[in-house]
């Protein structure tokens, strides 16, 4: 790789992260939790059995 590409690849892909990567995830965390932690106030647990369907999350 030739030096110079490599000396401005870094910050390039720094300034995209901080710039790009960083703000969508935020909005992305705003209308969606990736985690599925809203309460369920009928649930007595909530462990789930590997390998069993989910009644809160369908999978």
């Not at 590997?50 to 999350?57: A, F, I, L, M, Y």
Request: proline share 12%; hydrophobic share 45%.
């Amino acid at each position: 790789m030739h030096p110079l590409l490599k000396l401005l690849l870094t910050p390039l892909l720094l300034l995209v992260y901080a710039f790009v990567l960083t703000p969508v995830a935020l909005v992305v965390r705003l209308f969606h939790d990736p985690l599925r932690r809203d309460p369920d106030p009928g649930a007595t647990t909530y462990w789930s059995t590997p390998g069993v369907t989910s009644r809160r999350t369908g999978r």
